[in-house]
């Protein structure tokens, strides 16, 4: 089955540190690739996507995720964390034949420690 | 340009009752989903509509139904609401149907049933 997934829940970075926050999704064909952030009482927030060519991708706000075919993986990284960087963050995945139907992780949620 | 609105903000129903939600999609955006997103979850596909046809449907009962205008504005109905159905309802908006669209949330409406 085609799926999402996003290990942990949590993670905490101090401020000025490096951001991780992993992607795995399931298919044979690869997909295309978002990430969403969600800020509290908000909606969702493109990032930044993945659909052909280059697989390393910049986004907004200092974000850059790497797609590897070979790991079925598309992590977000950030050199340095900052205050603001603090929200929830979801992965999401449009299958082939999907139409427009994003499948999301369940998200992670970014702590930044002064 | 305004982003993609949704109204209303915030919605208290029993159960049992009936809820309309509405949303209008990004200016020259002619397909709207409809997300569900239960706390602490990743959203939930539950329709998508292009060109006033429905494109995508989610696992969700035949409770939920909606419909999209011709100035592109969708409503999403929910019969016979339960405790379960308490959530935070996106509305996204995108261009096209399917492909590497972008897809652009809404704020959401916070359906709460009690």
């Not at chain 1, 942990?8 to 926050?21: D, Q, R």
């Not at chain 1, 060519?53 to 993986?73: D, H, P, Q």
């Not at chain 1, 900052?82 to 702590?111: P, W």
Request: with cysteine; aromatic share 12%; glycine share 10%.
């Amino acid at each position: 089955a085609q799926s999402v997934t996003q290990l942990g829940s949590h993670v905490s970075v101090s401020e000025g540190a490096l951001v991780l926050l992993r992607c795995n999704y399931s298919s044979s064909v690869p997909p295309y690739l978002f990430w969403y952030v969600q800020y509290p009482n908000q909606g969702l927030q493109l990032l930044l996507k993945y659909t052909t060519g280059a697989t390393l991708v910049k986004g907004i706000n200092g974000f850059e995720a790497e797609f590897k075919k070979s790991e079925t993986s598309f992590h977000l990284t950030k050199p340095s964390a900052h205050m603001s960087d603090a929200a929830e963050y979801f992965c999401a995945v449009r299958f082939t034949g999907a139409n427009s139907k994003l499948t999301f992780g369940k998200g992670i949620t970014l702590s930044v420690r002064p | 340009d305004a982003g993609v609105t949704q109204s209303p903000t915030h919605l208290i129903k029993t159960r049992g009752q009936h809820v309309t939600l509405r949303c209008s999609p990004i200016s020259g955006h002619k397909s709207v989903s409809w997300y569900q997103q239960v706390l602490g979850q990743g959203p939930q596909f539950i329709f998508q509509y292009y060109e006033k046809e429905e494109r995508g449907r989610g696992n969700f009962p035949d409770r939920f139904s909606a419909r999209q205008f011709p100035n592109y504005s969708s409503e999403l109905n929910v019969n016979a609401l339960l405790l379960g159905d308490s959530a935070l309802y996106l509305c996204a908006s995108s261009l096209a149907s399917g492909g590497a669209y972008e897809q652009y949330f809404g704020p959401g409406t916070r359906l709460t049933v009690t």
